[in-house]
C-alpha cells in the first residue's frame, strides 16, 4: 500500500483492499507472528467524540502488537475545550505517537487533520462521513462468509445518514457486486452517493420493502434507523417497523443468507436471530481487531522499513 | 471598428467579461463581490444581441484586473465567457475561462457540518465534475445555484 494516511474507504483500491484483508488473516491465523512486531511503538488515539467500541478496538489491536497507546482522553478535560484548532492539536500529538487514529465529528476533519501530519493518520470516523476500518472489517467479513465477487448483497435501513452504509457501497464497487438498497423514500441513499456508485459502474436497485428481493441475497446488511430522524414519533414507530428482521422473515431467505450490522443494535434485528446460521454480526465485531491489525502493520512497517 | 470592438475597448483600464450567457451578469457580480461600494465603475449590458449566443451579457469592470481564480470560478456561471483585460484602452491580454480542476477559496461548502466551515487554518476546496462542484473534503456536490456559495475563506 503506497498510502500515508487512510481517511477515506475512496481512495483505496480492490488491489489495496485485498493486500489489507490478505494481511488480515494471516494475522487471525497466526496472532503469534506480529505478537512483538511493534514493540515500543506508540499509537495516539485523538477521540473528539465518543466510541467507546473502536477505539478499544484500536487499543486492542496495537497492544497485540506489542506496541502501546496514547490516548488524549475525553475533550473537556483537553486543550480543544480551550479552544486550539483541530489542526494545531494534530500538529502537537504527532510528535507524541508513530501513529494517530481520529474521530471528529465534522465532515472531513480527518482529511484536513492529515495534510498536517507526517506520521500516518487513520480516520476512525468524521461526522456523518467516512469510517474506512469499519468499511475495511465489513469486507473482510463478507469475503469469509461470502465472497465478495459475484455477490449479492442488500443494504438496509437508514441509507441517508449512515456513514458505514455509504462506505461499505462505495468500496463494494471494486467488485463484482449486485447492491440492493432498501429503505424509506426519505432515507434514501443521498445524491453525492449514488453519483459514485453509476461512476463506479455499479447495478444498484432501490426497494422500499425486503420481502421481494429477500430470497435473492447473499448478504443482508442492516442498520439502524434513529427516532431522531423524524420529528413526528408515531411515523418513526410505523416507518422502523417495517425494517425490522426476524427469525421468522429469515425463513424465506437463502440458507447461505449472512446477516450482518455495525451495532449496536436496538430492535431492529430481533435476538432470534441471534441463533440462526445468518448471524455474522458478532463474528463482524470481532474482525475489527485482525483487520486494524492488518491496516497498522502496513503503514507502520512502512516507516520502519 | 465594428460596435462589437468598440463596446470592448471602450474603458481605460481594467476588465470586460464578455460573452457572458444571458441573465448571469449580476451572478457574475456576486462572484467578483463588486457591488460598486468601493466607488469602482461597473457597466452592465444585459441581453445584448450575440452572433454566438443569440443573447449575452457583458460586464466591464474599470481599474480592477482579475485574477486566475476568479476566472476560473467565473467558468462555472458562465462557460462561455471571454477575458480581456484593458490598459491604456486597449486589449492588452484575451483568455476564454476553462474549466479548472479544482476551485479553492473561492467557495463555502454548503455542509454546515463541513471542517472548512469551522475556525480551521484551511482553504474551501472544491474538485470541479461536469455538472457541479464537490467538496474534496466532506464530498457534498453543490450543482445548483453556485454564485450563491460565493465567499471563500
Ligand atoms: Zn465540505
Known sequence: MRHDHITSAKQLSREDILTVLDRASEIAADPESVSKKYQGSLLGLLFFEPST???MSFSAAMKRLGGDIVDMGPVDHSSVKKGESLADTARVVEGYADALVMRHPSEGSAQMASEFVDVPLI???DGAGQHPTQTLLDLYTIRENAGLDDLTIGIMGDLKYGRTVHSLAHALTNFETR?????PETLKLPRSVRYDLHDGGTEIKTHTNIEGILPELDVLYVTRIQEERFPDKSEYREVAGQYQIDAELLAQASDDLTVMHPLPRVD????????TEHATYFEQAHNGVPVRMALLDLLLGETNE | MSEQELRVSKIENGTVIDHIAGGQALNVLAILDIDGSRGEVVSVGINVPSDRLGRK???KVEDRELSQSEVDVLSLIAPAATINIIRDYEVTEKHRVERPGAVTGVLNCANPNCITNENE???SSFAVLDDGVRCIYCDTIIRDNIAQHIGGT
Open chain 1, 123 to 125: 480516520n476512525a470516523g
Open chain 1, 179 to 183: 447492491q440492493h438498497f432498501i429503505s
Open chain 2, 121 to 123: 487554518p484551511v482553504a
Open chain 2, 57 to 59: 451579457d457583458v460586464v
Open chain 1, 268 to 275: 431492529e434485528i430481533a435476538t432470534d436471530v441471534d441463533k
Open chain 1, 53 to 55: 467500541r473502536t477505539k
